[in-house]
């Protein structure tokens, strides 16, 4: 079993940035695949940013240039700088881990955009 912890959700106004943080209960394998999903209110959940262990990086479309995603292998971590924020990514944003043969999930950290 791995544990998935995210912090650093909050209320912020458009245009403002957050820092979200996920820490692993083990070490992140150059195997494991991470990613962070979000989910808004009567919305399906959607991938925002996934980062595979030898780098390859992706972004749903909405998000591109705002957003950045990283991890940390000896923290255990991974992070999602996100920019330029707009009332739309308001959601729960959950982190995930992924590879051959587990998937976990954290428990969500909310992001609230309003003025």
């Known amino acids: 079993q791995v544990q998935l912890v995210e912090s650093g959700g909050g209320l912020v106004q458009p245009g403002g940035s957050l820092r979200l943080s996920c820490a692993a209960s083990?070490?992140?394998?150059?195997?494991?695949?991470m990613r962070w999903y979000r989910q808004a209110p009567g919305s399906e959940r959607e991938l925002v940013a996934g980062?595979?262990?030898?780098?390859?990086?992706n972004y749903v479309d909405s998000v591109k240039g705002r957003f950045t995603i990283s991890r940390d292998n000896a923290k255990n971590a991974v992070y999602l700088q996100m920019n330029s924020l707009k009332p739309d990514d308001t959601a729960v944003y959950y982190c995930?881990?992924?590879?051959?043969?587990?998937?976990?999930w954290g428990q969500g950290t909310q992001v609230t955009v309003s003025s």
């Open positions: 995930n881990l992924v590879n051959a043969y587990d998937h976990y």
């Open positions: 083990r070490s992140i394998r150059s195997t494991d695949t």
């Open positions: 980062i595979a262990g030898y780098g390859t990086i």
